[in-house]
C-alpha cells in the first residue's frame, strides 16, 4: 500500500503539504493540491483512518445504544439524532442490543478504545452504576432521567404522562382501567405502572392483574390483546398504553370482534405517532424526536468541551383528544 512519502514524491511536494491536503487544510496553493490527488490516484492511496483518528484526537462518529432499530418509538428518537449529527457532520454507529448487558458493554468499551467520541444511550439493560465509570472516556448522554451523574439526560416524566392519560379515563367516568406497555421492568415502565397504581388506589379501586398486559411492542402482540380480552368474562372499559401502535391494532380488532370504541372500550395511545392521528386515536404526545435531537446537541457540546458539567432537560407532554375515549 502506498504512504505518504510516496504521495510526496511522485507530486513533487513536501510531506507536510500532502498531510494538509488529506487532512483538508484550506491554506494549500491549488496547484499542489492538485498534484496531490492526482498522484493519490494513481497511487491508489488509502487513509488508515485509525492513525487519523489518533492525530486529531476525534472519530467523528458517535454510538447510538438501542434494543431494536424498527420499532417506531426509537425509529422517531433516531430520526431526531441523525437529523441533529448531520448537520454536525457526524457519523452514526447504531448498535442494537436486544436489551442484551453483554451487547451494551461492548459499546461502552468502544467508547474506552476511543472508536467513538460518545454515546446516546436510548433504553438499556444495565445499571448506570455499572455505566457511569464510562464517562471518563467521553461523554455519555442518556434517553430518561439519570438522576445526579456524571451522565447527561433527556428525559420525558413517564409517570406525570401516564398520570396524565389515568385522570383523564377516571374523569370519563371508568374504573376497569388496564394497561398495555413494553418491557415492564425498564425505567420509563416502572414509572407508567406507579403511576397506574396510584391513580386507582386513589379512587379506591384495586388494581386487575388480567388486564395488566406487557411487553407489547407491536400489531401482532395489539391483536393478541385483545384475543386475551375476548376470553374474560369480567373486562376492562378502558386500555391506557404505551404506544400507539399497539394501540392502532386494539381499536381495529376489538371492532372486527364487534367491541364498539369507545363506547365498550376506551383506547389511549401514546407518542402521537401519524397512524393515531389517521385512525382518530386518543393519545399522550411526547416527541422522542425532539428527545433525540436534545441528545445530540447535549453531547456535542461536550465532545466539544470536556469541561461542561452535565446538563439535564425535561420535555413536556400534553394529552391530545381524538374519538378513542
Not at 172 to 197: E, L, T
Not at 204 to 224: A, K, L, N, T, Y
Not at 248 to 276: C, F, S, T, Y
Not at 294 to 316: C, G, H, Q, S, V
Request: proline share 4%; aromatic share 8%; hydrophobic share 40%.
Amino acid at each position: 500500500m502506498a504512504n505518504i512519502k510516496e504521495i510526496a514524491k511522485l507530486a513533487g511536494v513536501s510531506i507536510a503539504t500532502v498531510s494538509r491536503v488529506l487532512n483538508q487544510h484550506p491554506y494549500v496553493r491549488e496547484d499542489k493540491r492538485a498534484a496531490v490527488l492526482e498522484a493519490v490516484e494513481k497511487l491508489n492511496y488509502s487513509q488508515n483512518m485509525n492513525a487519523v483518528h489518533l492525530v486529531k484526537g476525534k472519530t467523528s462518529m458517535i454510538a447510538v445504544v438501542l434494543p431494536y432499530v424498527n420499532h417506531p418509538y426509537f425509529g422517531s428518537m433516531i430520526d431526531g439524532i441523525a437529523n441533529a449529527s448531520l448537520a454536525c457532520d457526524y457519523k452514526l454507529v447504531l448498535c442494537q442490543t436486544d436489551y442484551r448487558a453483554e451487547e451494551e458493554q461492548k459499546v461502552l468499551d468502544m467508547l474506552r478504545m476511543k472508536q467513538v467520541d460518545g454515546i446516546v444511550f436510548c433504553s438499556k439493560t444495565m445499571s448506570w452504576d455499572e455505566i457511569e465509570p464510562y464517562a471518563v472516556y467521553g461523554p455519555i448522554i442518556a434517553c430518561e432521567n439519570a438522576g445526579d451523574r456524571a451522565i447527561s439526560s433527556v428525559f420525558i416524566d413517564h409517570y406525570g404522562s401516564f398520570k396524565l392519560g389515568m385522570d383523564y379515563l377516571i374523569g370519563k367516568g371508568h374504573r376497569k382501567i388496564g394497561y398495555f406497555i413494553g418491557r415492564g421492568d425498564s425505567y420509563s415502565n416502572r414509572n407508567r405502572k406507579q403511576a397506574y397504581y396510584d391513580a386507582l388506589h386513589a379512587i379506591g379501586e384495586e388494581p386487575c392483574s388480567d388486564w395488566q398486559f406487557e411487553r407489547i411492542f407491536d400489531f401482532e402482540r395489539g391483536v393478541e390483546v385483545v384475543h386475551n380480552m375476548l376470553a374474560m368474562e369480567n373486562r376492562p372499559t378502558a386500555l391506557l398504553g404505551g404506544g400507539d401502535h399497539p394501540a392502532a391494532a386494539i381499536v381495529a380488532e376489538a371492532r372486527k370482534h364487534g367491541i364498539q370504541v369507545p363506547e365498550d372500550l376506551a383506547v389511549i395511545g401514546l407518542d402521537n405517532q401519524p397512524i393515531a392521528e389517521v385512525l382518530g386515536i386518543t393519545t399522550i404526545e411526547q416527541s422522542m424526536y425532539d428527545v433525540g435531537t436534545y441528545a445530540f446537541e447535549i453531547l456535542y457540546e461536550r465532545m466539544n468541551d470536556k469541561t461542561l458539567p452535565p446538563a439535564r432537560k425535561e420535555l413536556p407532554y400534553r394529552l391530545i383528544e381524538r374519538t378513542t375515549v
